[in-house]
């Protein structure tokens, strides 16, 4: 474990989609359930998919383990690739929120 050089920019992702939601947009979308359910739809996807990619036994995705932490978990996945999707889908979701309240705001 040397650079980091993968797990660094996927931890600022990280905090930087959840400072974004908590001190800038405040959508609200962590109390809602339906945030989560379609989290664990991705996670239902990633896993398996991710997992086929980055499996050590034949890998079509390899990673240079001096840029990552080196834990895989379930299948040989990098941790890292759930920080990286986690930060993707929800700015997405956030900016989907976000864009709606605008419209709502504009209707009424």
């Known amino acids: ?3 980091l050089g993968y797990t660094v920019p996927a931890m600022v992702a990280v905090l930087a989609i ?13 109390r ?3 945030y989560w359910i379609s989290m664990a739809i ?3 996807f990633q896993v398996p998919v991710d ?3 980055t499996k050590l036994s034949a890998p079509i995705v390899v990673y240079n383990e001096q840029h990552s932490t080196g834990i895989r978990f379930p299948w040989d996945i990098p941790v890292e690739d759930f920080l990286f999707g986690w930060a ?3 700015a997405v979701l956030l900016l989907w929120v ?3 309240d605008r419209q ?3 209707t009424v």
């Open 51 to 53: 997992g086929w990619l």
């Open 32 to 34: 809602r359930p339906a």
């Open 98 to 100: 976000r864009g709606g």
């Open 104 to 106: 709502e705001r504009k």
């Open 88 to 90: 993707m889908v929800t």
């Open 18 to 30: 959840l400072g974004w939601e908590l001190r800038v947009l405040r959508t609200g979308l962590f």
């Open 42 to 44: 991705v996670l239902g």
């Open 1 to 3: 474990m040397t650079g």
